[in-house]
């Protein structure tokens, strides 16, 4: 016998739920974890945010969080693939909607966490080189838009090896 979904109209629309879980200021996890003295940064929602936003254009119009099943995430994910999106951005999309889900399922707002058991996807990390002096120069000859303290922030990171974190402290 097919199984009949009835939508609980009380329940947020899953995008309307993402995009307010993953925003720092206005996150009831980033909230509660503030408060146990774990702390997030805002960057890092920031940065989840963003790609959720990105790549979310056109999925899960009109569903809502309780209408939310494991094989609609799996095929999200899958279609990102597809689309060429790397095997690294799709993790983190994977792991913003494990987070964002098992936060809601124990919360009560769904009855079970969709997100449970999705695959990972191959991440094989990009090859990176090494800038020639030539480039360096190039670089730091560019007019950075006027902005002197990226310029700043890139040169003290060129010169010491720190990380964007590191450099913003």
Same mark, same amino acid.
């Given at each position: 016998?097919?199984? $009949?979904?009835i939508s609980d109209k009380k329940s947020p629309? #899953?995008?309307?739920y993402l995009y307010? #879980?993953?925003? &720092?200021?206005?996150?009831? &996890? $980033?909230k509660k974890k503030q408060l146990s003295g774990r702390g997030m940064k805002k960057s890092t929602c920031m940065g989840v945010l963003c790609r959720i936003k990105k790549h979310t254009k056109g999925c899960f119009d009109g569903? !809502?969080?309780?209408?939310i099943e494991r094989k609609t995430l799996e095929a999200f994910l899958l279609d990102l693939r597809e689309k060429g999106v790397s095997g690294s951005t799709t993790n983190v999309m994977r =792991?913003?909607? !494990?987070?964002? +889900? =098992?936060?809601a399922y124990y919360e009560g707002l769904i009855p079970y966490n969709p997100a449970d058991g999705l695959i990972s996807f191959n991440a094989p990390p990009k090859p990176r080189g090494i800038l020639t002096r030539d480039e $360096? +120069?190039?670089l730091f000859k560019a007019s950075w838009g006027g902005n002197r303290m990226i310029r700043a922030a890139n040169l003290l990171a060129?010169?010491?090896g720190l990380r964007l974190g590191e450099v913003l402290g």
């Amino acid at each position: 016998s097919e199984q $009949v979904k009835i939508s609980d109209k009380k329940s947020p629309l #899953f995008l309307d739920y993402l995009y307010t #879980f993953w925003d &720092y200021e206005n996150s009831p &996890y $980033v909230k509660k974890k503030q408060l146990s003295g774990r702390g997030m940064k805002k960057s890092t929602c920031m940065g989840v945010l963003c790609r959720i936003k990105k790549h979310t254009k056109g999925c899960f119009d009109g569903v !809502r969080l309780t209408e939310i099943e494991r094989k609609t995430l799996e095929a999200f994910l899958l279609d990102l693939r597809e689309k060429g999106v790397s095997g690294s951005t799709t993790n983190v999309m994977r =792991k913003a909607l !494990r987070v964002a +889900l =098992k936060f809601a399922y124990y919360e009560g707002l769904i009855p079970y966490n969709p997100a449970d058991g999705l695959i990972s996807f191959n991440a094989p990390p990009k090859p990176r080189g090494i800038l020639t002096r030539d480039e $360096v +120069l190039a670089l730091f000859k560019a007019s950075w838009g006027g902005n002197r303290m990226i310029r700043a922030a890139n040169l003290l990171a060129s010169q010491t090896g720190l990380r964007l974190g590191e450099v913003l402290g």
